[in-house]
């Protein structure tokens, strides 16, 4: 089992930059396909980007393509999310999730174990 916690939200304006990180105990990440989703309010929770085991593969949802990249640091046992050139659109609850069953990258959100999600708010 595997215990993971988001940090970096905040209040921004849009065009800022914002890093999310997602820290793990109890396992090593790299046991695990990463996702990032988020729930803005009054909607369904959506995918944002996803990294395979050994991070080669990566992959995004449309709406942030080209804005947010994922990418994970074995050595600090994390996963980050950059989001740059940020939107009102993007103000969510954003989670990370990890997942060790069948596969190499994850666009579902049948995620085997979740973070407590960490809040974006941007601003226009």
């Known amino acids: 089992q595997v215990q993971l916690v988001e940090s970096g939200g905040g209040l921004v304006q849009a065009g800022a930059s914002l890093r999310l990180s997602c820290a793990a105990s109890?396992?090593?990440?790299?046991?695990?396909?990463m996702g990032w989703f988020r729930q803005a309010p009054g909607k369904e929770r959506e995918f944002v980007a996803t990294i395979s085991r050994r991070g080669v593969s990566t992959a995004y949802a449309d709406s942030v393509r080209g804005r947010f990249t994922i990418s994970r640091d074995s050595a600090k046992n994390t996963v980050s999310l950059q989001m740059n050139s940020l939107k009102p659109e993007d103000t969510a609850i954003y989670y990370c999730?990890?997942?060790?069953?069948?596969?190499?990258?994850?666009?579902?959100?049948?995620?085997?174990?979740w973070g407590q999600g960490t809040q974006v708010t941007v601003s226009s």
């Open positions: 109890g396992r090593a990440l790299s046991t695990y396909i």
């Open positions: 999730a990890a997942d060790s069953r069948t596969g190499v990258v994850k666009f579902d959100s049948g995620y085997e174990y």
